[in-house]
């Protein structure tokens, strides 16, 4: 997820209070919905849908087509499931053309805008409106609540961030400072370290801060403590990894549970939808968010499949009035449990999410360099329709790139390859680019923007040496 936006400009005095009362009400309102009967759920979703579905239909061009050419009016669509009944949206149709899943209706408001490159590489621009962000923003408390019962106390526990700078969640959060009173309690003189520093400077960060939670890209945490045990060097471990459900490699996972004994769950949310589903304290699952997301899990043809069957993440966000996204197919992969969870949370959950694969390219002196950083560089070139960087040895790489023919072919190359010479520490590297029409799926037919033949090779390496 990437986003480059100037801080926006704070509210006033008296729409920051309205915007932090109905943040606080969605907390109490949303206290008990994890235990609730299913019935309940059902009932609050239903009513959410009709909402959504009857704004979209007045208001978003895309839906509005679709429902017509189908013949559909809202009121045919009451529930969750006959939410499918609307054609399945891929990333591709968001990312070439976002206006057209954009309400009419939010021109005048403030808007929270987020854009991602994401699993499939599309450069995606996804709007928020601010009842949408502050029912997000509620939903975290569940989540802190969560983080509460593993580490066996409510208050006082340190978080650190691992993220890059300038991501998704510094735009999240300065949208809530501009907005309301609400200060993330991690976000105030905030706590971070980035991929783009070094092993040993983020070490020393660690090592000072001493926190209970390290919080974000869970492939980059695997990768600094498994540095920090081959190379002898001391560091503070963590009660719990939390990370952003993507695919944490097994090597990682063992690494921080069984050598360093560090609990490691994971939260799933994206642009498209800010809050999608949490993991409990057992683990295991993730249960959904179902006053936020409907998510259903489909096969190719969009057909929903059976709790425990294994296919694609659909969602369909409740919330967001800005830009809707219903019937969505996100990219990933997951099953649906068809069991109880133990931890007595009624909410639907996911089974073995299989989200996107963090990427982390190897660097010749031992250092990582994390795809979010390496592709936010890339992207911002102007006219990159859709890239993918292959790492073909050490210290060579190829940008496979569609382009727009915004810059000319000769310019292009140049800024993309200072880009990632930037991004990369400016360090001796031979990068190729290589101009395509169009960048297709490898063979099982998911599209990965980071391909790194070194890290394949490494992997059998490090699985040898733990
Ligand atoms: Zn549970």
Not at 245 to 270: C, H, K, T
Not at 359 to 366: F, I, K, Q, W
Request: include cysteine; charge should be positive; proline fraction near 5%.
């Amino acid at each position: 997820m990437t986003a480059s936006l100037a801080a926006p400009a704070r509210a006033t005095l008296p729409s920051r209070l309205s915007w932090t009362a109905f943040t606080l009400q969605e907390v109490v309102r949303g206290w008990r919905l994890p235990y609730a009967p299913a019935a309940r759920i059902d009932a609050l979703q239903a009513r959410r849908v009709r909402a959504i579905v009857a704004h979209a239909y007045a208001t978003v061009p895309f839906y509005r087509d679709a429902m017509n050419e189908r013949g559909l009016v809202p009121g045919d669509i009451r529930s969750a499931a006959d939410l499918s009944l609307l054609p399945l949206v891929t990333g591709a149709a968001l990312a070439a053309d976002p206006w057209r899943f954009r309400s009419t209706a939010v021109a005048h408001e403030p808007l929270l805008e987020l854009t991602t490159s994401g699993t499939t590489g599309h450069a995606k621009r996804i709007w928020w409106d601010r009842a949408a962000v502050f029912r997000a923003r509620a939903a975290g408390v569940h989540q802190r609540r969560i983080i509460s019962e593993i580490l066996g106390r409510s208050r006082g526990s340190r978080v650190l961030l691992v993220v890059r700078r300038g991501g998704t969640g510094d735009d999240v959060r300065a949208f809530h400072d501009a907005h309301s009173l609400l200060a993330d309690p991690s976000a105030s003189g905030i706590a971070a370290i980035s991929p783009e520093d070094a092993f040993e400077h983020n070490r020393s960060i660690v090592n000072h801060l001493r926190p209970d939670v390290l919080m974000g890209f869970g492939s980059y945490v695997g990768a600094l403590y498994r540095w920090a045990q081959r190379s002898g060097r001391a560091i503070h471990v963590p009660k719990l990894v939390w990370h952003g459900g993507e695919q944490l490699p097994d090597v990682d996972a063992e690494l921080l549970a069984q050598r360093f004994g560090i609990a490691v769950r994971s939260s799933y949310q994206a642009c498209e939808a800010l809050r999608i589903a949490v993991e409990c304290p057992p683990g295991g699952g993730l249960h959904v968010y179902a006053d936020q997301v409907v998510v259903r899990i489909a096969d190719d043809a969009g057909r929903t499949v059976a709790p425990g069957q294994r296919g694609q993440v659909v969602l369909s966000c409740l919330t967001n009035r800005a830009t809707v996204l219903l019937n969505y197919a996100i990219g990933d992969v997951a099953s649906m449990a068809s069991e109880p969870c133990a931890c007595g949370r009624t909410l639907p959950r996911l089974e073995r999410l299989e989200g996107r694969a963090d990427d982390l390219v190897r660097l010749p002196d031992g250092e990582v360099a994390h795809d979010s950083v390496l592709l936010s560089r890339l992207y911002a070139v102007p006219g990159v329709v859709r890239l993918q960087l292959v790492q073909e040895t050490l210290d060579r790489f190829t940008i496979r790139v569609a382009h727009t023919a915004e810059l000319d072919e000769a310019t292009l190359r140049e800024r993309l390859t200072s880009a990632l010479r930037d991004a990369l520490g400016g360090r001796d590297v031979r990068i190729d680019v290589a101009i395509a029409d169009r960048l297709a799926p490898d063979a099982s037919g998911k599209f990965r923007t980071v391909v790194s033949r070194v890290r394949d090779g490494a992997t059998t390496v490090d699985s040898a040496t733990r």
